[in-house]
């Protein structure tokens, strides 16, 4: 949900920051560059993540499954594609981050949105 300036409703405001900078860079996010652009320092930002129950691994994670949900949606492409698309070393560790993330396997969130 967005609120009407454009925030994320229920979520932090550094959470919500944090992943429109790695939505930006989904690819390849570079901690040192998001926190130069949060204005932090990376220790900074660890220690606040870790206050809020979460890491910048996770955030990555978490930002490029919803990216890949999208592209499910929107695109034909498999899985294979979009899983190295958005930088994942393998299709099993995406599918294995999609499952933790989602409690589902691509494939079947895939199936049972179409």
Request: proline share 4%; with cysteine; hydrophobic share 40%.
């Amino acid at each position: 949900l967005a609120a009407p300036c454009g925030e994320v409703v229920g979520i932090d405001p550094l959470r919500a920051g944090l992943r429109a900078l790695i939505k930006a860079r989904v690819v390849e996010p570079s901690i040192a560059e998001i926190t130069r652009r949060l204005g932090m320092s990376e220790r900074t930002l660890q220690r606040q993540l870790e206050h809020l129950g979460t890491t910048f691994q996770r955030e990555v994670g978490v930002v490029r499954i919803k990216e890949a949900q999208r592209r499910m949606l929107d695109y034909d492409a498999s899985l294979t594609e979009i899983a190295f698309d958005l930088g994942f070393g393998s299709l099993q560790y995406f599918s294995t981050l999609f499952h933790r993330i989602t409690g589902e396997q691509p494939s079947v969130w895939r199936q049972s949105r179409s």
